[in-house]
Nanobody
Framework: QVQLVESGGGSVQAGGSLRLSCYAS????????MGWFRQAPGKEREGVAT????????YYVDSVKGRFTMSQDNAKNTLYLQMDSLKPEDTAMYYC?????????????????WGQGTQVTVSS
C-alpha cells in the first residue's frame, strides 16, 4: 500500500508563489507515474502536472505551463510542485496521486493512490 502526504498549501495574493510537497511511503518504489491534481468547489478534479518516474518526463495542463514546475527527489521519496505567478483561478484543493501502470497522462481516473489534499487559496 502506498501512502501519499501533501504539504505546502496556504493563502497567497495573486502573483505570489507556493511550493507543494508530496511524500510517498509504502510501496512507492513500484509507482511508474505520479502527479498533482486539483479540484475547485463545484468543479471536476483536473490534472495539473504528472511525471513519468523512470525518466522524469513531465506533462502539464495548458493553463499552468510556464508558471508551474514539477520535480522529484527520489532519494527523499518526494514530489514537488513549484507554483509561481499564481492566479485566483488556481484556487483549489491540490492532491498528489500515483499509479503503478504505464500511461502518465493527466486523467484523474487513471490514478489509484491519492493523498488527502492541501488547500491553495489565491486572492486578487
Amino acid at each position: 500500500q502506498v501512502q501519499l502526504v501533501e504539504s505546502g498549501g496556504g493563502s497567497v495574493q495573486a502573483g505570489g508563489s507556493l511550493r507543494l510537497s508530496c511524500y510517498a511511503s509504502g510501496y512507492s518504489y513500484s509507482m511508474r507515474c505520479m502527479g498533482w491534481f486539483r479540484q475547485a468547489p463545484g468543479k471536476e478534479r483536473e490534472g495539473v502536472a504528472t511525471i513519468r518516474v523512470g525518466d522524469g518526463t513531465t506533462y502539464y495542463v495548458d493553463s499552468v505551463k510556464g508558471r508551474f514546475t514539477m520535480s522529484q527527489d527520489n532519494a527523499k521519496n518526494t514530489l514537488y510542485l513549484q507554483m509561481d505567478s499564481l492566479k485566483p483561478e488556481d484556487t483549489a484543493m491540490y492532491y498528489c496521486a500515483a499509479k503503478e501502470n504505464a500511461g502518465c497522462g493527466l486523467r484523474p481516473a487513471w490514478y489509484n493512490y491519492w493523498g488527502q489534499g492541501t488547500q491553495v487559496t489565491v486572492s486578487s
